[in-house]
């Protein structure tokens, strides 16, 4: 996906937004980058790919190459970025996280003639190019990102540096990411993630609403444009992507995945599910507070049957090959042999995708001596590709096991019926679960429900996407 990280203050900036770019490190594992602005020398820019290597040991020289008191930096999964663009409304850097699934359309109907694109690998455009040319079409800023909000399906979170050094940030046009705003004594700064400018020593000033647009400088944060009324927030970003000290919309990311935990073994209790169970553990590291959650309200103790071994191998899947990640993955699990050998476990994992590293790590603890491994997954069966960010969106559908069953079981025929076949009160959900606890290897499968999953984030129904497990917009 991506993260960013800027700031304007009345010293030099360097230093907060490398460390706080840093702290976005979970969302992106392709590109990091900074842009800064001085009066003297303008803007400056650096990009590595930071496939194998940290961000910080990427840019731990910048502070020798680079000075401004006002700078940005960009994590992404993708295009590198940011990008320093000459244009009518002047010299500036932009950095934007989200999709955009319509560039040839737009580049066709608004572009055409007018120029060229940079090709990236495989020839696409890179988005955040696209996104500068469509700004570059209105009078000012503010008018531009409108346009981009208005013209461009998918989403687009963005940040600008402009050449008086103070720093644009928009919020996508319904809120699917966070951008929040953190003040100081020194400046302000717009981050992705709350914590990363607590760290810094910057308190909450505000977070932005779906479309505002704000304009921070050393001595005040401006609202340009007044956020809209539609919000559809990430759901995953508490399920899965947020790093645990964040909050987005009120809610931190660690206080919900306990309430989610707890809803599952509320659920499992109810039925009568897995009541053997000698230890509770989570997939690490955003499976662990969802079965703290699970342990605190059934009662059964948590454990940490195995761990990951990360001082050399901190990431599965920065390896471009599925066959690599795999083969990492297995390296860095570390097993407790008293805890599982003879033991019926229960693991919870934040979701279950293609399920092949999965099956490895179920595999993993058979061949350790585990009696029984049990599996429940805190988001409802993935039934979608992502449309809006770039979780599953790589993914072709029929990659999702989910899918993979339904046809399994029913042909298209059964793509009819996904609602059903989420739901575990069915006929058609339960086949589901049984069939792919049988491909995978669990004692037993269950998915937390989207009500479940609701009820853990707090927020009202409608403010929350929920695409990827109903399909619905």
Known sequence: MGGFFGAV?????MVDVFFGTDYHSHLGTRRGGMAAYDPEIGHQREIHNIQNSPFRTKFEKVFDEMRGFAAIGCISDFEPQPLLIRSK???????????????DELINEYLAGGGYFDSMTGGRVNPTELIAALINKKGDFVEGIKFVHQVVKGTT????????????????????????????DE???????????????????????????????ADSCTQLSAPGKEMK???FLWSYYGYPNSTYEGVNVEIMRYRNGGIMAAHDKEVGNAETVDYVGGVPDSGTPHAI????????????????????????????????????????????HDLIKDKNLLFVDDSIVRGT?????????????????HMRSACPPIMYSCKYLNFTRATDEMELIARQIVMELEGEEGFKHLEEYSDPFTERGKNLRKS???KLNFASLEFQSLEGVIKAIGLEPCKLCTYCWNGKE
């Open 89 to 103: 409304l002047g010299v500036y850097a932009i950095c934007n996280i989200g999709v955009v699934n319509n560039a």
């Open 187 to 217: 400046g302000y700064c717009v981050s992705f993630e709350s914590f990363a400018y607590q760290k810094l020593g910057y308190e909450d000033y505000k977070e932005l609403g779906p479309a505002e647009i704000v304009e921070i400088t």
């Open 436 to 438: 792919i606890a049988e």
């Open 293 to 336: 959650g699970y342990a605190n309200q059934s009662h059964i103790p948590f454990a940490r049957a195995f761990i990951k071994y990360t001082p050399t191998w901190a990431r599965s899947f920065t390896p471009q090959k599925q066959i690599e990640r795999n083969r990492i993955a297995k390296m860095k699990q570390v097993p407790v």
């Open 157 to 184: 979170t963005i940040i600008i540096l402009t050449d008086k050094g103070s720093i644009i940030a928009a919020r996508d046009r319904v809120g699917r990411l966070p951008v929040q705003v953190g003040r100081n």
């Open 9 to 13: 203050t009345k010293k030099d900036a």
């Open 233 to 235: 927030m990430c759901s």
């Open 357 to 373: 590293q999965l099956k490895g790590t179920v595999d993993f603890l058979y061949d350790n001596g585990a009696k029984s491994v």
